[in-house]
């Protein structure tokens, strides 16, 4: 069964930074392209940047220079660094398998927020 467990959401100041922790299991995680997405209150949940197998990345533009997306694959972990963080950034991310609709975990929550 798989389960992705994210962490290290909260409350910053904008201009702040916050790395995001997601932890898998019941996968083959390394063979998995990974990905951060994110629901804002009253928005659909949007891609906010994946990685590949092999550590190729792609961002979206509005996290680009921003953002940096990163795995440990000995750890089964996908991490999201988090920096210049806007109020606009504020939502409920969410790490998943690239692509799938299932094995959504419960989010973590991030505030951005003077």
């Known amino acids: 069964q798989v389960q992705l467990v994210e962490s290290g959401g909260g409350l910053v100041q904008p201009g702040g930074s916050l790395r995001l922790t997601c932890a898998g299991s019941g996968l083959i995680f390394s063979s998995k392209t990974m990905a951060w997405y994110r629901q804002a209150p009253g928005k659909q949940r949007e891609l906010v940047a994946d990685?590949?197998?092999?550590?190729?990345?792609h961002y979206r533009d509005f996290v680009k220079g921003r953002f940096t997306i990163s795995r440990d694959n000995a750890k089964n972990t996908v991490y999201l660094q988090m920096n210049s963080l806007k109020p606009e950034d504020t939502a409920v991310y969410y790490c998943n398998i690239y692509g799938a609709a299932d094995y959504w975990g419960q989010g973590t929550q991030v505030t951005v927020s003077s």
């Open positions: 990685i590949s197998s092999g550590g190729s990345r």
